[in-house]
């Protein structure tokens, strides 16, 4: 294995991401030490109405590197790992919930001159892979789809560099559930539990204007689920933990939620 990572360094030019071994994008020593739980990560402060967020690790060290070198490097190779760090994220939330039956795992949408510019959603196919892995796992507790159902408005600028309310006035509105997929998934589904995805949870304001989103189409959302969460300084951060108060799309803090019915919101006139 030794001899055939020194020829891939050589031919290809690759490395480990983690620790800059010739070979592999991950080698067995640093995949060997991911996470391999996952646990609630609420941002400081709590976006108000915010479901519970599950994230495997804080945004740091080697998780950090796998997601830039798969976000930002074009590493695609890294995507299933990423999957499968996500997975743990998405089961930790329905394993608190006690759900079972049909799982629709919502991914935050990438804006669309990010997918022109890379030629992928990166957010997608690693939630496609965190699909595959909460099926395998999940020993016949869950039916689990992958629902792109959300779209971006145009207007949404990059998020890196933005402070708090700059990040909370550029997603304000910023999000869409298609109704056209929400009808043929209901054909298809009927009722399920809702887990919205994403690679890093920041601020919270990207996967709360999910939950909003979902919630004018008629659909509450269980829980969110990211690979990492950006741990702020305690100087930086104001009141943290578990919001005391409920929105009116939130049903429960904690996830006790029955399964949604996936019919569009009525709209009205």
């Given at each position: 294995?030794?001899?055939?990572?020194?020829?891939?360094?050589?031919i290809l030019g690759g490395s480990c991401v983690g620790c800059a071994a010739p070979g592999r994008l991950l080698?067995?020593?640093?995949?060997?030490?991911?996470?391999?739980?996952?646990?609630?990560?609420?941002?400081?402060?709590?976006?108000?109405?915010?479901?519970?967020?599950?994230?495997?690790?804080?945004?740091?060290?080697?998780?950090?590197?796998?997601?830039?070198?798969?976000?930002?490097?074009?590493?695609?190779g890294l995507r299933d790992v990423l999957g499968s760090l996500l997975a743990l994220a998405v089961l930790a939330?329905?394993?608190?919930?006690?759900?079972?039956?049909?799982?629709?795992?919502?991914?935050?949408?990438?804006?669309?001159?990010?997918?022109?510019?890379?030629?992928?959603?990166?957010?997608?196919?690693?939630?496609?892979?965190?699909?595959?892995?909460?099926?395998?796992?999940?020993?016949?507790?869950?039916?689990?789809?992958?629902?792109?159902?959300?779209?971006?408005?145009?207007?949404?600028?990059?998020?890196?560099?933005?402070?708090?309310?700059?990040?909370?006035?550029?997603?304000?509105?910023?999000?869409?559930?298609?109704?056209?997929?929400?009808?043929?998934?209901?054909?298809?589904?009927?009722?399920?539990?809702?887990?919205?995805?994403?690679?890093?949870?920041?601020?919270?304001?990207?996967?709360?204007?999910?939950?909003?989103?979902?919630?004018?189409?008629?659909?509450?959302?269980?829980?969110?689920?990211?690979?990492?969460?950006?741990?702020?300084?305690?100087?930086?951060?104001?009141?943290?933990?578990?919001?005391?108060?409920?929105?009116?799309?939130?049903?429960?803090?904690?996830?006790?939620?029955?399964?949604?019915?996936?019919?569009?919101?009525?709209?009205?006139?």
């Amino acid at each position: 294995m030794a001899g055939l990572d020194g020829f891939r360094d050589l031919i290809l030019g690759g490395s480990c991401v983690g620790c800059a071994a010739p070979g592999r994008l991950l080698c067995g020593t640093c995949l060997a030490s991911l996470p391999d739980e996952a646990s609630p990560h609420w941002p400081s402060p709590v976006p108000e109405g915010l479901r519970v967020p599950y994230a495997v690790a804080p945004y740091d060290g080697l998780v950090r590197d796998l997601v830039i070198g798969h976000k930002e490097r074009n590493l695609v190779g890294l995507r299933d790992v990423l999957g499968s760090l996500l997975a743990l994220a998405v089961l930790a939330a329905l394993d608190a919930s006690d759900v079972r039956g049909a799982v629709l795992l919502v991914p935050v949408p990438s804006r669309a001159a990010s997918v022109r510019s890379r030629g992928r959603d990166a957010t997608l196919d690693v939630t496609e892979r965190a699909r595959r892995s909460v099926q395998a796992r999940g020993s016949g507790r869950y039916e689990v789809t992958l629902a792109p159902l959300l779209r971006s408005r145009p207007g949404v600028r990059d998020q890196a560099g933005l402070d708090l309310d700059e990040r909370r006035d550029n997603l304000s509105g910023s999000m869409a559930c298609s109704s056209g997929r929400l009808r043929r998934l209901a054909r298809r589904v009927g009722s399920a539990h809702v887990v919205v995805c994403d690679d890093v949870l920041t601020t919270g304001s990207t996967v709360r204007e999910a939950q909003r989103a979902l919630a004018a189409a008629g659909v509450p959302t269980l829980a969110h689920a990211t690979v990492a969460a950006t741990v702020r300084r305690r100087s930086e951060a104001g009141p943290g933990g578990p919001p005391g108060g409920e929105a009116a799309d939130s049903p429960g803090v904690h996830g006790e939620s029955s399964a949604s019915s996936l019919s569009p919101a009525p709209r009205h006139h």
